[in-house]
């Protein structure tokens, strides 16, 4: 077995030279030491190689432009470990694993700061929540009318309701 201790900067190099010699990409792993270790294993003809990079808060290239597989690999990585890896093909972007905490594997990790709330009714930028309805203060109000259009006057319907199963049993009596 070979080991091949490589800078970040030249990790697409070293797993290019893997992929030239038609070897197979095995597994990818991460450790923590005095920083986090990944080691990138490959066999080929029985030949086994490790490429080693280790980093502090630097991030990484994904190999999944030469190893598409290792996508899942990587997004374990990314989120167990906290690795800032760029080029994911396939990036779940922190939601591959439920997990209690981020980077769970990394004891070090120390979580953003939360962003500010957003006023109520502000509007809402994140492209991805395009034509989801903000919230407004009405809308908060507890036991005020749903503002859903689709439940108007459901509130009404259920006093009609009763008044109507009084007005029955008194009808009833007669």
Known sequence: MEIINVTPQKLINAVSEQKEKNARL???TASLKENTEISYSF????EHTVIRISITNEGIESITKLYPYAFLYENEIKELFAVKIKGISLD???????????????????EE???KDKKVGE?????????????TEEDKKVGEKNSNPKNKNI????????????EGKKGGKK
């Open 43 to 46: 066999d080929c003809d029985g």
């Open 92 to 110: 779940f972007d922190g939601t591959l694993y439920k997990t209690a905490k981020k980077a769970a594997f990394n004891p070090n990790y120390k």
């Open 26 to 28: 095995v597994a990818i």
């Open 113 to 115: 700061e939360p962003k």
């Open 123 to 135: 509007k809402n930028s994140n492209p991805k929540n395009k034509g989801i309805k903000e919230k």
């Open 155 to 166: 509130k009404e319907k259920t006093e009609e309701e009763k008044k109507e199963k009084k």
